[in-house]
């Protein structure tokens, strides 16, 4: 099992819950209207007057074929807008109950 | 879940609650009457009080006075004047606007009854009556009748006045200059006195022979009968075999000593249409009646009266004032469509998309149909107020979808997809839609608030503007949003047609973004300079306002004039004929075609005809009503025409007084000419005359002055018969009886009333006209004291000649003159103002009379005060908003001061067209305050937002310019463009609202250009200042903390050694 945390702005969450949907990926959490900065580029999303947009973020935990399959889908989302900015990241799930 | 998220997700519900008020809107639409100004609600009250048998002077002593003091207590009174005649009191109160009249008039009463026992015994109780704009006439119609002429008065009351009653909402018609059928026996004064047979006899044996009696009831075996005697006469003829008397033994006939006339009354109105006699049928309606669709259902009952009457007679509209108000609404209407022409193709031009432009223009209708739910709700109209209003909205109501839509357009750009484009660019600029919806709130909500003339006007403009600014930014927050939705996506590949039609706009517009940016920038480095020169132009345009005249409000051109003429009083009405026929002649001579009727009136009215009792009549007084064709189709304004008229005027040496009234009616108030009005008081009657005499002959000397009116009459002569008393006694008389014998003989005795087909006519006795001449005629009455002895009238007296005292006026309870100075078109009422004011300085002014400047210059002045006070309200209120959602107050207080370029730009744009100052203009500059500092608004907040995004004060300016360039541009143009079919419209009425779209057109250029120079360089100037002094406060604080690091030990302790 691998967590992938998936962060965007916020006009991308529906095509992101699709994928995921599309990937047999059912569960997820989400986070609403949160603030963040890319590493390098890509506009500040806080919400604010100089910056309004905000990010979202979704954290799903799927088994690990499945991964690399929703990280090329996300990759080509990001490619085709990459001004909006999505990134993800994955790390292993050491236990569940 | 927000508004527009909720309007993006059901679009459904979002578009058909929009049709839902659009569809009442339209439903309101159809149910709204058509006016030409909103209902002025009336502020006037009359009291009448009748006291016969009293002198003016008498009058005002004991009737006018004691009602006057006590009246003058009512709550929210601003003048009342009286006028004192014989036999009448005429006290008007007028009380402030926007009070309700009928609590006044309760107030009024309660009052009167207070007083009324201190009135003479003899004086009538006061009567109360109100007086509206209802009672002007809606249609006057012109009867030409040849043959029918003795009998029109009863063909057309049947035929013509009866039907028209009928009509739903029609409240009285009534027939002027026909006289009505009297039955008139005129006896010859030798053989009555040969005969020894008085008047009085022969009136009361015609009303005793002329009656049908009852004689009760009686049976005849089973049959109960009535018994009648009936006596009434079947034709006039038969009363001329009556017995009145006996001589000799012998029977004297009335033909013996009288003839019969069945004709028509003595004295009555005469009317002359286009020079032929006839007469005038005048509709008036009921209160709060729609006059456009009264008269048009008159009109179209017109054919069928046609049809009824003889053939001979001839019935013409003369003056229907709903062609004025439907010409008028229809030129307006149609500005209304060009500026929404003008609108759409601006956000075409500039967005270079239909389907962005068909979403910006949609909200167009929602948001002006809305409107009429309001007006239908509250009892509005559609007028040249709430029309303007629309046409001015149009500018603005797609302001906050642009806003809105070019948010969205750039999340699309940026790859967003249109559903979450749409709700998230709305969301992010939604705070400032709303914030400048409030900006504009504060504008037009004080105008709700305005009392007094004005305030008539600008209340229903402040209610309607708010509420289309509130349903045009409901339309952007949710319409909008769902329409980019479901219509807006990236465009990836752009049309031929795009690309032919719209590169070179865009290359355009590109060149205008880059050249402003340079401009920016160098305004930017040279602040000062910028800023002087702004201020310079300020200055140049406040030297213009010395160029500029002011007036009250602009006449309105409605083709129709008033002329009333007085020849010397006591001129003969043949006399007053001629005179009318050949002003007739010499102007329909002239004015051929343009002139679409021209009529008359003169003479005497009879007390039953209320309409034409209201107004002064009399045997001198000519009164003329004369309709040009619409202003569009003619060369000439009305001004002219009425000047040219004068003119003609000043060539009948026989005319004692004349008026040419533009409009039809008296009053410079709204839409009359301008007209200075100079007020006497003063007690001393012969003194005020004088100088009221002195006053017009100086101000008639100026060329400019085309007439000029002096309210008091001229003394008028009477004959008075001075009865010696001593001698009434030794005849049995008394002084009543004798003069009553007097008046039966030259009035008449009202014998009786001839009945025929239902219709009562009066039989009247009295004297043959020819007996009726001349004081030796008066002198040798013969009337019978109460021994039957006749005696004659200069037995008893003597017959004098007198003058009778004038009318006394009188206001805010002292005597009154009034002078009013009609000026030349073209010419502004404040110099009228002062060219009268410099002669009353060089006046000679005994102690206790005064000399005021009144009547429209009056209004102006108050409503230029209310206007200073309500644009200073707004500029506060504009300030909250601003400094509100900056939470700063300097950059509120950048923009306010552009609202100075934006005055600068009105007085710039009236000096160039050379439209005078009035309530229509100054209400547009109000209006400017509002759309002027949203411009600097979306500047500032732009190079705020660059600033918070790290960019240096003069990068973020420069950049803030270039981006925000083509937003502003757009919103401007889009306003002035919706304006320029007002301030070029020529149509009917259009000088109306002329005024108002050069006003808003001037300031908006003037200020947008200086806005997008100087809001820059004044922000470049508080922002260095703020940072500098930032700067300076953090090395303050900096050497602060130094200090204290290096001697904290020795600062503690010497606060520890002031503690011991």
Redesign the interface.
């Known amino acids: 099992m691998k967590s992938i945390f998936i962060t965007f702005?916020?006009?991308?969450?529906?095509?992101i819950v699709d994928m995921l949907t599309h990937n047999s990926c059912r569960g997820y959490s989400f986070f609403d209207q949160i603030q963040g900065r890319g590493s390098k580029t890509g506009d500040p999303h806080y919400g604010?007057?100089?910056?309004?947009?905000?990010c979202g973020s979704i954290i799903t935990i799927v088994d690990d074929n499945k991964v690399a399959k929703i990280l090329k889908d996300i990759e080509a989302i990001d490619k085709?807008?990459?001004?909006?900015g999505l990134r993800a990241f994955v790390w292993n799930i050491e236990q569940q109950y | 879940m927000s508004i527009y998220e909720s309007a993006v997700k059901k679009p459904i519900m979002t578009s058909l609650c929009f049709i839902a008020i659009a569809l009442f809107g339209l439903f309101s639409l159809s149910k709204l009457p058509i006016d030409l100004y909103p209902d002025i609600e009336t502020n006037t009250l009359m009291v009448f009080t009748y006291y016969n048998g009293a002198s003016a002077s008498d009058i005002e002593n004991n009737v006018t006075r004691p009602l006057e003091n006590t009246l003058n207590s009512v709550e929210h009174l601003k003048h009342i004047k009286s006028d004192s005649r014989e036999n009448v009191s005429v006290i008007t109160l007028e009380f402030e606007f926007g009070y309700d009249i009928d609590n006044l008039t309760n107030d009024v009463r309660d009052k009167l009854d207070m007083v009324s026992s201190s009135l003479p015994d003899e004086a009538n109780t006061p009567i109360i009556f109100k007086f509206s704009t209802d009672m002007i006439p809606i249609i006057v119609m012109s009867v030409k009748a040849e043959e029918s002429q003795s009998a029109l008065y009863k063909i057309l009351d049947d035929n013509v006045a009866n039907p028209l009653a009928r009509i739903d909402g029609v409240g009285s018609v009534s027939i002027a200059g026909a006289p009505e059928r009297e039955i008139n026996i005129y006896m010859d004064p030798i053989k009555m006195e040969a005969y020894n047979i008085p008047v009085e006899t022969v009136s009361s044996i015609i009303a005793a022979e002329n009656r049908n009696i009852p004689g009760g009831n009686f049976d005849v075996g089973n049959n109960t009968y009535s018994l009648r005697v009936e006596g009434e006469f079947k034709d006039p003829r038969q009363m001329m075999d009556l017995v009145v008397g006996t001589h000799n033994g012998a029977n004297v006939y009335l033909k013996d000593i009288a003839r019969i006339v069945d004709n028509v009354q003595e004295r009555s109105q005469h009317t002359y249409i286009e020079g032929q006699q006839g007469a005038m049928i005048i509709v008036q309606k009921q209160s709060g009646g729609n006059s456009v669709a009264i008269s048009k259902a008159v009109k179209e009952e017109l054919p069928n009266l046609q049809k009824r009457l003889p053939s001979d007679v001839e019935l013409e509209i003369m003056i229907d004032t709903s062609d004025n108000i439907l010409n008028t609404v229809n030129t307006l209407s149609s500005t209304i469509r060009d500026a929404m022409i003008f609108v759409v193709l601006v956000v075409f031009i500039f967005l270079g998309r239909w389907r962005a432009t068909v979403i910006i223009a949609i909200t167009i209708p929602f948001s002006l149909v809305a409107s009429f739910i309001y007006l239908f709700a509250t009892g509005g109209s559609i007028n040249i107020i709430s029309l303007s209003c629309l046409s001015i909205a149009i500018g603005s109501v797609v302001d906050d979808a642009i806003v809105v839509l070019e948010n969205v357009t750039s999340h699309i750009e940026r790859g967003s997809d249109p559903n979450n484009a749409a709700v998230h660019g709305t969301n992010e600029v939604a705070v400032s839609v709303i914030a400048s919806t409030l900006t504009m709130w504060a504008v037009f909500f004080p105008l709700t608030m305005v009392t007094g003339m004005s305030g008539v006007l600008f209340k229903q403009l402040g209610w309607m503007m708010c509420i289309i600014m509130l349903i045009s930014t409901a339309a952007a927050l949710s319409l909008t949003p769902m329409m980019c939705a479901k219509m807006l996506k990236l465009q990836k590949k752009q049309s031929k047609f795009f690309i032919t039609f719209y590169k070179p706009i865009q290359k355009v517009l590109d060149i205008i973004d880059i050249k402003y940016a340079i401009a920016v920038n160098w305004a930017m480095r040279h602040r000062w300079t910028t800023l002087a020169a702004c201020f310079g132009l300020f200055l140049v345009s406040l030297l213009c306002a010395k160029g500029i005249k002011s007036e009250f409000f602009p006449a309105n051109d409605n083709g129709r004039v008033g002329v009333s003429l007085e020849m010397p009083i006591g001129t003969r009405i043949e006399r007053s004929q001629e005179v009318g026929l050949r002003l007739t002649k010499l102007w329909m001579d002239r004015y051929g075609d343009q002139l679409i009727a021209c009529g008359f009136t003169t003479g005497q009215a009879d007390e039953n005809n209320t309409f034409a009792s209201l107004s002064d009549n009399g045997t001198h007084i000519i009164s003329f009503n004369i309709m040009f064709v619409p202003s569009n189709e003619r060369e000439k304004s009305l001004e002219i025409l009425c000047d040219e008229m004068r003119a003609d005027l000043k060539m009948f040496p026989e005319l004692a007084k004349s008026n040419v009234m533009l409009g039809g009616s008296q009053g410079g108030g709204m839409g009359g000419q301008s007209m200075a009005s100079f007020e006497i008081y003063g007690y001393d009657m012969e003194t005020t005359d004088r100088l009221s005499k002195e006053l017009a002959s100086s101000l008639r000397e100026w060329e400019k002055v085309t007439q000029v009116n002096i309210s008091r009459s001229d003394y008028q002569p009477q004959y008075i018969v001075d009865f010696d008393r001593e001698k009434l006694a030794m005849h049995g008389l008394n002084l009543s009886t004798a003069a009553n014998y007097m008046r039966n003989r030259y009035n008449g005795a009202l014998a009786t009333y001839y009945r025929e087909d239902g219709d009562e006519y009066d039989v009247k006795v009295r004297y043959e006209p020819n007996a009726r001449q001349s004081i030796n005629d008066i002198e040798n009455i013969v009337i019978y004291g109460s021994n039957g002895q006749p005696v004659r009238i200069k037995e008893l007296g003597k017959v004098v000649l007198n003058e009778m005292p004038p009318t006394i006026e009188r206001k805010d309870r002292e005597r009154i003159v009034t002078v009013d100075a009609v000026l030349a078109a073209g010419t502004a009422l404040s110099d009228g103002v002062n060219y009268g004011q410099a002669i009353i300085d060089k006046m000679d002014i005994p102690a206790g009379i005064s000399i005021e400047v009144a009547g429209s210059y009056e209004d102006q002045q108050d409503s230029n005060r209310d206007l200073g006070q309500l644009a200073i309200i707004i500029l506060v209120m504009v300030f909250i908003v601003m400094a509100s959602q900056f939470e700063s107050l300097t950059y509120p207080f950048i923009l306010m001061i552009s609202v100075l370029f934006a005055i600068s730009g009105v007085l710039l744009a009236l000096f160039i067209t050379g439209t005078n100052l009035n309530v229509m203009s100054m209400l547009g500059s109000i209006m400017l305050i509002g759309i002027v500092v949203k411009n600097g608004i979306v500047l500032i907040d732009y190079t705020m937002l660059l600033r918070e995004r790290g960019l240096g004060v003069i990068q973020a300016c420069v950049g803030a310019a270039k981006s925000r360039m083509r937003p502003v541009l757009m919103t401007t143009l889009t306003t002035i463009l919706g304006m320029v079919p007002l301030a070029v419209s020529q149509g009917v009425g259009a000088e109306m609202w002329r005024p108002l779209g050069i006003a808003i057109i001037g300031g908006l250029t003037v200020s947008t250009i200086m806005t997008l120079i100087y809001v820059p360089a004044m922000y470049g100037i508080f922002a260095g200042n703020g940072i500098q002094n930032r700067r300076r406060a953090i090395k303050k604080q900096r050497e602060l903390q130094a200090y204290w690091n290096e001697n904290k030990e020795t600062e503690q302790l010497k606060g520890k050694d002031k503690k011991h």
Do not use: F, G
């Open positions: 702005d916020i006009s991308h969450k529906e095509k604010s007057h100089a910056w309004p947009s905000m085709e807008t990459p001004q909006l």
